[in-house]
């Protein structure tokens, strides 16, 4: 069992940098592959970025490539999500989740998911 508490949401004018942050509780947290997934109203969950259980690996939507940088310590049991150059069509709620079966881009389907946090971009 994995909880995920996100934090670091926010309002920030375009241009503007944020950065997301997850907890996780639980022993394994290095065992899990771990994702952001954000919703935008009325859209479907869109995968933004994924990382590895050891932190080898990331992936990314091309759309913030470049732009985001996704990160994990497991000694800290947190995952984070640097954002930058943020643009209005990166608003949304963003979301940490959790998964032992691995990491791949595109993945939007998780065993764990977060609360959500809202990232709000204004021109």
């Known amino acids: 069992q994995v909880q995920l508490v996100e934090s670091g949401g926010g309002l920030v004018q375009a241009g503007g940098s944020l950065r997301l942050s997850c907890a996780a509780s639980?022993?394994?947290?290095?065992?899990?592959?771990m994702g952001w997934v954000r919703q935008a109203p009325g859209k479907e969950r869109e995968f933004v970025a994924g990382i590895s259980a050891s932190g080898g690996k990331t992936y990314y939507t091309n759309s913030v490539k470049g732009r985001f940088t996704i990160s994990r310590v497991n000694a800290k049991n947190t995952v984070s999500l640097q954002m930058n150059s943020l643009k209005p069509e990166d608003t949304a709620v963003y979301y940490c989740?959790?998964?032992?079966?691995?990491?791949?881009?595109?993945?939007?389907?998780?065993?764990?998911w977060g609360q959500g946090t809202q990232v709000t971009v204004s021109s």
């Open positions: 989740a959790a998964d032992e079966g691995g990491i791949w881009p595109g993945k939007t389907r998780y065993e764990y």
């Open positions: 639980g022993r394994t947290f290095s065992t899990y592959g």
